[in-house]
């Protein structure tokens, strides 16, 4: 005689401190990146140094984050997430200590960036895959656009917060992120859901299961299409790296300015998130993605020539707005085209290049800065930008013509 298992019950609190721990810890994040960006410029004065803020954070997570996610769907995300959380809140903690000592060098800093960057490396995938476990199938679609929602609202007030908070000082600053990652741990550790059967792992070994999930993600030209369209896009994008500079020295706004030029692309995007909650993508999803990649691009442009502080705020928000939808439809497709047993690897990948567009735009854009000048670099980027997009049209035309998000499923 067998016994079938139980129902699996979705909580709807799971959902809630699921998104809840999720907040806190890109707000403290973001308030994190305002107080580090502010110091490491303070000190060089050279837009090189920003740059390196981001190699320091894409060298661990390049290593990592493919490990990281073969082992989410060996262990329980929940205790993945949670722990790589803490060691976030550990870095916060070694800011605080540097910040006392006054510091005039830039290194303690990138010594500690490089550990937050491996923290990175394992709470990316085990937190991306957390998402398809607590909510019902039929609700995945609205739930991601809910979850983007609460994300860009963290991106909105992470770095408005850490603008105000870094006028009390470092110190101040770096308690609140400590807090942040510290609540946000407690949070995702009493998660529930739907559990993955870890039982049946097969006879690869570890390095095989990376190897499977790359080789996924290969074969599915639609998959593949859109997370690289995301990071060559945002590679080339990437001005929020040289925010410092433009508040410094062109738009004259000090650090409280620099808080709201962080947080004016999460408005854009927050705005674009909430009506996604409400009215989602129904046709034409690639089309979509494409066309707003190309907005992105093309914001970028009037960013980077820009001398006005509201016009500069207004094409932001354009970027974080456009930005979104590419986020939405490309972390739909995923989800609705990746098996259970391979959402961690799946998930690794995609955070692997989402790290690469970020982190490692970073450097691309302070390292260009520094060989042409900061506007120039901004403008290239966004015209590089517009290039990928009609090559990736060319390349990629299964992504081009999907229609309903819905018609890709998984195998």
Same mark, same amino acid.
């Given at each position: 005689m067998t016994t079938e298992a139980p129902p699996v019950l979705y909580r709807r609190i799971d959902f809630l401190s699921f998104i809840s721990g999720r907040f806190l810890s890109t707000a403290a994040m973001q308030i994190q990146s305002v107080a580090i960006g502010w110091q490491i410029y303070d000190m060089e004065r050279t837009p090189l140094a920003l740059g390196l803020v981001g190699v320091c #954070? @894409? /060298?661990?997570? @390049?290593? /990592?984050?493919?490990?990281?996610?073969?082992?989410?769907?060996? +262990?329980? #995300?929940?205790r993945v997430y949670a722990a790589a959380l803490v060691v976030q809140g550990l870095c916060s903690a070694l800011f605080l200590l540097l910040s006392l000592s006054r510091p005039h060098d830039a290194l303690p @800093?990138?010594?500690?960036?490089v550990l937050f960057g491996a923290a990175r490396g394992f709470s990316a995938p085990s937190g991306s895959s957390l998402l398809a476990f607590l909510v019902p199938p039929e609700k995945l679609a609205r739930s991601i656009a809910l979850n983007s929602s609460v994300f860009t609202t963290a991106v909105i007030a992470g770095p408005a917060l850490g603008g105000f908070l870094y006028a009390l000082g470092p110190v101040a600053t770096y308690g609140v992120c400590l807090g942040g990652f510290l609540v946000a741990s407690a949070l995702i550790v009493g998660l529930g859901g739907r559990q993955l059967d870890r039982t049946v792992r097969g006879e690869a070994s570890r390095l095989a299961r990376v190897i499977e999930g790359v080789r996924f993600v290969r074969e599915r030209p639609v998959v593949l299409g859109a997370i690289s369209l995301d990071l060559f896009a945002v590679l080339l994008g990437g001005a929020v790296a040289l925010l410092p500079v433009y508040a410094r020295d062109i738009l004259h706004v000090g650090p409280t300015g620099l808080g709201v030029l962080r947080s004016a692309p999460a408005v854009g995007a927050a705005a674009t998130a909430f009506a996604l909650a409400r009215w989602p993508v129904e046709r034409r999803a690639g089309l979509s993605m494409f066309a707003c990649v190309g907005v992105f691009g093309l914001a970028t442009i009037v960013f980077g020539l820009s001398t006005n502080f509201a016009v500069s705020l207004a094409a932001l928000a354009v970027i974080g707005a456009s930005d979104m939808v590419s986020v939405y439809v490309r972390s739909a497709l995923i989800n609705f085209a990746t098996p259970d047993p391979m959402r961690g690897r799946v998930g690794a990948v995609n955070?692997? @290049?989402i790290g690469a567009s970020n982190e490692l735009g970073e450097f691309e854009s302070g390292f260009t800065a520094a060989l042409f000048g900061t506007v120039p670099a901004v403008v290239i980027g966004g015209l590089g930008t517009l290039a990928v997009v009609a090559i990736w049209m060319k390349l990629f035309p299964p992504l081009r013509d999907v229609d309903? /998000?819905?018609? +890709?499923?998984?195998?």
């Open positions: #954070q @894409f /060298l661990p997570m @390049f290593l /990592l984050t493919l490990p990281a996610g073969e082992l989410a769907d060996r +262990v329980d #995300q929940r @800093f990138y010594l500690i960036l955070m692997l @290049f309903r /998000l819905t018609d +890709v499923t998984a195998p």
